[in-house]
């Protein structure tokens, strides 16, 4: 399993790169109570007809999502934590966002 640690607002959240979640059913999940972010490895994304760059797309996506929840929860907006519509939607426009911001020179 490979691990790597990210700072959220304060906090340590490891990123666990596992083969396991598939049992769960999911891509990616964030385990807000202890600090942890599981994340299917890259290659395992999709299915076996999708691209890598596909496979890289979709494995970006997902941790930027568990990130956000990550986010929500250290702010202590827990029900917005808990939110999949908005925590997917911060996620998927962030990048557009900050593209928005860098052409206004306003970061
Ligand atoms: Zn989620």
């Known amino acids: 399993m490979d691990k790597k640690t990210v700072n959220i607002l304060g906090a340590d959240y490891t990123i666990e790169t596992d083969e396991e979640i598939l049992k769960d ?3 990616g999940i964030c385990h807000p109570y202890s600090n942890r972010i599981r ?5 395992n994304m999709l299915g076996d007809g999708d691209t890598k760059e596909e496979k890289e797309k979709c494995y970006k996506e997902t941790l930027s ?3 956000i929840h990550a986010y929500f929860r250290e702010s202590g907006l827990y029900s917005y934590m808990k939110d999949e519509v908005l925590v997917d939607w911060i ?3 962030f990048p557009k966002m900050e593209k928005t911001f860098r052409e206004l020179d306003i970061l």
Request: net charge negative.
């Open 25 to 27: 059913g999911a891509d």
């Open 39 to 43: 994340i299917r490895p890259k290659e």
């Open 65 to 67: 999502h568990e990130c």
């Open 91 to 93: 996620a998927t426009q």
